[in-house]
């Protein structure tokens, strides 16, 4: 038995050919000549179609031709026998005179049933997939129930799926978005159920720089396909572009179950998230590129609760350049909790200079001694550590070489720091 694989852009379909001396499965349903044909044939005429059916179906395509030449010389409308004949032709793989009857048949007749199958399953084997499509589909509403059409429907959409998938990607590539878009919305129109043509709409969108756009379009496609974990990445990404902090959060903490890489970026995105939910004032200090003494004294207020709900146990030491700020609360608690000194000389906090790396470091420790209540601390955090170098080693700081600290950094290792002294022990 001989086995030809057909294949249409990278989508494999079944052909089976015909060998000389036995009969084989053919691309073509050669269904009952008579089905949908307008002829009327005598008890002998059934008689000599059947048998030439049944020579066909055995391969002997000698007694089926001559059966259905001797059938159409004796009827009046001899369409089944024609029909038959032409079966022959494709059975024995002469296509294009076969195509030719073809059209003849159907111009007497286009409504024949068993004809028009025919005509679509050329169409199929030439590839010529949105014509076949559109064939099948018409005869399926004619043949609601025929299993073969349905299974034929669904061949022919996947050749046009990865038809129009080929030329969105070739569209892309090309960078000529509007035809990317174009083939992209006919391939969500032809399959909505599947997730290419949604995938191609979101990287159109993203080469259009609208991330907003390209989300929407990729969860679309993550939906229909979760187990796609290189899309879920992608998805991730996309969330974050646009800002969906809580939806980047989901998803990469969904991802570090199976790869503890994503643990680190699930921690970004949860920062990213808290830092969009802020105050306006604590927000700007969280994305300062250089913090300032009193954007620290924010950030410590709104990420480190124990800090916020404090009882003060002195008065605060008084700071000139303290009092008329708008952020006063914030700066009166890290002056009272000796968070930020205040010079003795001049009596201000200097709350507009930027805090140097080796200060922020010595109010990480102390956040982290103030938290922990007098638990054991890792040893980086502890009052007889000293500068950046520990607090790096120990994973509460980044590596960075910059004399100054800035904003988002400052939230986490802030946040770090509280959190191991909340929980104490060696780290």
């Known amino acids: 038995m001989r086995l030809v694989v057909a294949n249409l852009l990278g989508l494999s379909l079944l052909v089976w050919g015909t ?47 001559k059966r259905f030449r001797s059938g159409a010389s004796s009827a009046k409308d001899p369409a089944p026998f024609q029909l038959g004949a032409l079966y022959v032709q494709l059975v024995a793989g002469r296509h294009d005179e076969a195509a030719a009857e073809l059209e003849k048949l159907l111009q007497k007749d286009p409504e024949y049933i068993a004809a028009l199958e025919v005509r679509a399953d050329l169409l199929a084997l030439r590839e010529s997939w949105f014509e076949a499509l559109d064939a099948y589909r018409a005869l399926s509403l004619r043949l609601p129930s025929d299993p073969r059409l349905k299974s034929r429907i669904a061949e022919m959409k996947r050749g046009v799926s990865l038809q129009r998938q080929a030329e969105a ?27 290419e043509g949604y995938k191609i709409l979101s990287q159109t969108a993203e080469e259009s720089g609208n991330p907003e756009d390209a989300y929407v ?37 969904g991802l570090s179950a199976g ?101 922020f470091c010595a109010v990480v420790r102390m956040i982290a001694a103030f938290v922990g209540q007098g638990r054991i601390l890792p040893p980086c955090l502890r009052g007889d550590a000293a500068g950046a170098a520990p607090l790096v080693e120990c994973g509460i700081l980044s590596d960075a070489t910059s004399r100054s600290v800035g904003g988002k950094e400052a939230v986490g290792a802030i946040e770090r720091a509280a959190r191991a002294g909340r929980e104490g022990g060696p780290r």
């Open 19 to 65: 060998a000389a001396g036995g009969a084989e499965p053919s691309p073509f349903a050669l269904r009952d000549p008579h089905e949908g044909s307008r002829s009327k044939l005598t008890p002998k005429q059934e008689r000599q179609l059947e048998e030439g059916m049944a020579a066909l179906r055995t391969n002997d395509l000698e007694k089926a031709s």
């Open 169 to 195: 990607r070739q569209a892309l590539e090309a960078h000529e978005l509007d035809g990317a878009r174009r083939a992209a919305l006919a391939l969500v129109a032809l399959e909505p159920q599947a997730p």
């Open 259 to 359: 790869d503890p890489m994503f643990a680190d970026l699930a921690e970004e995105a949860r920062l990213e998230f808290k830092i969009q939910n802020l105050p306006e004032r604590a927000r700007r200090a969280a994305l300062s590129v250089r913090l300032t003494r009193s954007q620290l004294a924010v950030l410590c207020w709104w990420f480190v609760p124990e800090v916020q709900d404090a009882l003060v146990p002195n008065p605060p030491e008084v700071a000139i350049d303290v009092v008329d700020r708008t952020d006063r609360p914030e700066l009166v608690r890290a002056i009272s909790l000796g968070l930020l000194a205040v010079s003795r000389e001049s009596h201000r906090a200097n709350p507009e200079a930027p805090v140097s790396r080796l200060e």
């Open 217 to 253: 379009w990729a969860e679309r496609a993550h939906a229909l396909d979760p187990g796609d974990r290189e899309w879920a990445v992608t998805v991730a990404e996309l969330a974050m572009k646009s800002g969906r902090f809580a939806d980047a959060v989901s998803l990469y903490d």
